[in-house]
C-alpha cells in the first residue's frame, strides 16, 4: 500500500508558493576557500538563484587570506558549480557570476575587518544591498570567538533591538568540545550579538524530513493522543553511516567522535522534536521552548550509570560491499591507540510526564552495513492475543517508522489477517514515500536554512540553552570515560551493525531493528 499527496484534500497543493521573499543583503562567507563552501554553501546559494528565490539586490563576499580578486573568486566556483550541470547553467551563471566579490583578510586583524566594511558600504550603493548583512562562519571553531570579536569592534554588527538594517551571524559545527567550551563560547557571542542575531546550524534541521516530525505529530490529530508512555513501548533512533574517514577526515574526528560528531547535536535534535509537547505556535521561540524542556528532562548520571547505559565501540577493518577497508586505527591521521569511538548506543529515559519509563535507544556509528537515519515509535502490544501469530508477525506491536533519509517517508506496521480458514496474522506495512507524494525534490538542508538567515527566521537554528543542555547530557558520558578503569571501546568489524555488546542495552524491550 503507498500514499499520495492528494491534491482533492487540498485544492490549493499545486498553487501555493513554496517559499517566501527575503530583504537584499550581502553574504559574507568566512572560509569561502574551504570544504563546505565549496561542497555546500555556495551550491545551495546557486540553487536559489536558478530558482529565483534570491532577492534581485544581493552580493556573495567571499573574505580569505587568500590575495584573489573578484576574477579569482569567480574563477574558482564555475567549474564548482557547472558540474551542477543543467541546460540554464550558462545563463544563470552569467547573473550570479556579478554578484560574487572577494574582499582579501586575515580572520585575527582588525584593518581586514574596516577594508570589509569598506567592500560593504561600497556594494549597498553598487549592489543594492540596503546595509543587511549575514556574517556566515565556516570556519574552524577556534575562529569563531576571534571573528566575532572582529566584526563587533569594526562596527559591522548593529545595536541589539536593531530590526532593519540587519546584521546576522552563521556559526557552523562544531559549536564547543564541551560543556564548559560550549559555555564560554556562548558568553563571547553574547558580549557582541543578542541571540535573536545569532544562527547556530544543525544541518539536520534542514532536512525536510525533519521537519515533517513536527507536522506529522502535531498536524495530525491520531497520533498525538497515544504518543506518550501509555501506549509507547520503545523508541529508537538511529543514524547509521557507510563512511569511514573519507578526505583524510581522520585528524579532525579523532578529536571528536561520535558522541560529539552526531549524538550532540543532530540526535539530540531528533531526539527533541520527537519526544516534545506541543507548542503553542510555530514561532522559533515557542518550538524551541518545547525543545529546550525535552533537553532539560535526560537523564543526570553517575560513571556507574554511563557505563550500564551507553556502549561506545571502534571499527576494525572489514569488508564493505564486497571490498575490505582498513580499521579505525589504521585510517589517515588517527592515533594508533586511539580510543576515540565510531560508534555509540545509549539507553535513556525521559525525566517527565509524558515519557516517564519509556526507553529511547539511540545508535549512530561509521562503516556500517548502509547509511539510513531512522525513528521508530513502538507501540504497546494488544492486552490479550486472541489470533495465532504468523512468521513475520509482531504480535501486535504496531510500529510507526519515520525515514529520514534515504528514501524520505513514513511507514506504519500493522497486523492483518493472513487469507485463509485459520485465524493467522502477518505484519504488514503502510507507506508514505516523499519522492512518489510530492513531484517536486526536498530542497538541500543548506538551501532551506541559508534561505532562513536571509529571512530572519530562526526556527530551525540551535538556541544557547538548547546548545547547553545537549552538552551538559553528552560532556557526563565523556567524563566518565576519562575515568581511570573506565570501560575501553569494544570493537566491530566494518560492515557490521556495530558491537554484539549493545544487544545488553535493549535485549528487555525487544532488539535493535535491522536497516
Ligand atoms: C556531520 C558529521 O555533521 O554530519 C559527519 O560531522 C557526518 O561525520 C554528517 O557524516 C552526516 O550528515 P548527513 O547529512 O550525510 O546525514
Known sequence: MSLAADPESNPLLEALPTTRAAAPCAVVLFGVTGDLAHRKLMPALFEHAR????????????????????????????????????????????????????APGKFDDIESYHNLRKTLDRLDQTHGTAGNRVFYLAVSPEYFAPIITRLGEAGLIYPR???????????????????????????????????????????????????????????????????????VRSVQLVVAEEVGMPGGRGGYYDTSGALRDMVQNHMMQLLSLVAMEPPADLSADAVRNEKVKVLESLPRWSAGDVYRNVVRAQYTNGSMQGEEVVGYHQEKGVASDSTTETYVAIRLELNNWRWAGVPFLLRTGKRLPKRATEIAIQFDKPPTALFEPEDGSL????????????????????????????????????????????????????ERLLLDVMLGDPTLFTRTDEVESAWRFVSQIHEAWAQPGAPLPDLYPAGSYGPASADRLIEDVGRWRRL
Open 161 to 231: 533591538r536593531q530590526e532593519t538594517p540587519f546584521s546576522r551571524v552563521v556559526i557552523e559545527k562544531p559549536f564547543g568540545h564541551d560543556l564548559a567550551t560550549a559555555h564560554a563560547l556562548n558568553r563571547d557571542v553574547s558580549q557582541v550579538l543578542d541571540e535573536n542575531q545569532v544562527y547556530r546550524i544543525d544541518h539536520y534541521l534542514g532536512k525536510e524530513t525533519v521537519q515533517n516530525i513536527l507536522a506529522l505529530r502535531f498536524g495530525n490529530s491520531i497520533f498525538e493522543p497515544i504518543w506518550n508512555r501509555r501506549h
Open 395 to 446: 504480535g501486535g506491536a504496531n510500529e510507526l517508522v519515520l525515514r529520514i533519509q534515504p528514501d524520505e517517508g513514513a511507514s506504519l506496521r500493522f497486523e492483518a489477517k493472513v487469507p485463509g480458514s485459520r485465524r493467522r496474522l502477518q505484519a504488514v506495512r503502510m507507506d508514505f514515500r516523499y519522492g512518489a507524494a510530492f513531484a517536486t525534490p526536498s530542497p538541500e538542508a543548506y
Open 51 to 102: 530558482a529565483g528565490r534570491l532577492p534581485a539586490d544581493f552580493a556573495i563576499v567571499g573574505f580569505a587570506r587568500r590575495e584573489w580578486t573578484d576574477h579569482d573568486f569567480r574563477a574558482d566556483y564555475e567549474p564548482v558549480l557547472a558540474k551542477r550541470g543543467g541546460r540554464d547553467f550558462a545563463e544563470v551563471w552569467a547573473r550570479f557570476a556579478p554578484r560574487l566579490v572577494f
